[in-house]
């Protein structure tokens, strides 16, 4: 563009590119969004594993006085939870069932199956399961939905563009 361009002509040729850079910058911040989530999916994923292996035993322990305020009543109460926390996950409860005034039988029973974060709890009338796998699975499923690409005007979807399937309907 020359100096000797009107402004008319200038200021109309930054509005007809102004749609194409508001465009061009929204989409630059939504690849960095999935690209920030991405990343940090990656790196709980990565350390993750020793976290649960570190702190296993005081979130199954966390659960289970939750647990045992809501089941003071119930006649007995099974836990299971990986072999390496059975031992001393019985020392544990054994003072908080005493303490908390639950008259019922309280087992506590190794499972090969769990996981260091993992516990399985029942009583004669329900039970839930805390299992860290299923747990991450969950979070990796929603944030797939997150990451995927969102359509936008000039973006791509079945049938052509965005703005084209817009055009359409308002015909």
């Known amino acids: 563009m020359s100096a000797a ?3 008319d002509a200038l200021l109309a040729g930054v509005a007809e590119a102004l749609p194409a850079v508001a465009a061009a910058q929204e989409e630059a911040n939504a690849r960095l969004m999935r690209d920030g989530a991405a990343l940090a999916t990656a790196v ?4 993750l594993p020793g976290l649960v292996a570190r702190n296993g035993l005081d979130e199954i322990g966390a659960l289970l006085d939750r647990c045992l305020r809501a089941l003071i ?5 099974m836990v299971r939870v990986a072999p390496q926390h059975a031992e001393a996950l019985k020392a544990r409860l054994a003072a908080a069932v005493h303490a908390g005034g639950f008259g019922g039988r309280f087992m506590i029973e190794a499972d090969e199956t769990l996981g260091p974060s993992d516990c399985r709890v029942s009583w004669p009338s329900g039970g839930l399961e805390r299992n860290a796998e299923d747990v991450w699975r969950q979070v990796e499923a929603a944030l797939a939905g997150y990451l995927e690409p969102r359509a936008g005007p000039d973006r ?3 049938g ?3 703005e084209d399937a817009d055009n359409a309907e308002e015909r």
């Open 5 to 7: 361009m009107p402004l």
């Open 44 to 47: 709980v994923g990565k350390i």
């Open 156 to 158: 791509e979807v079945p």
């Open 73 to 77: 009543d119930q006649p007995k109460i």
């Open 160 to 162: 052509g563009t965005v």
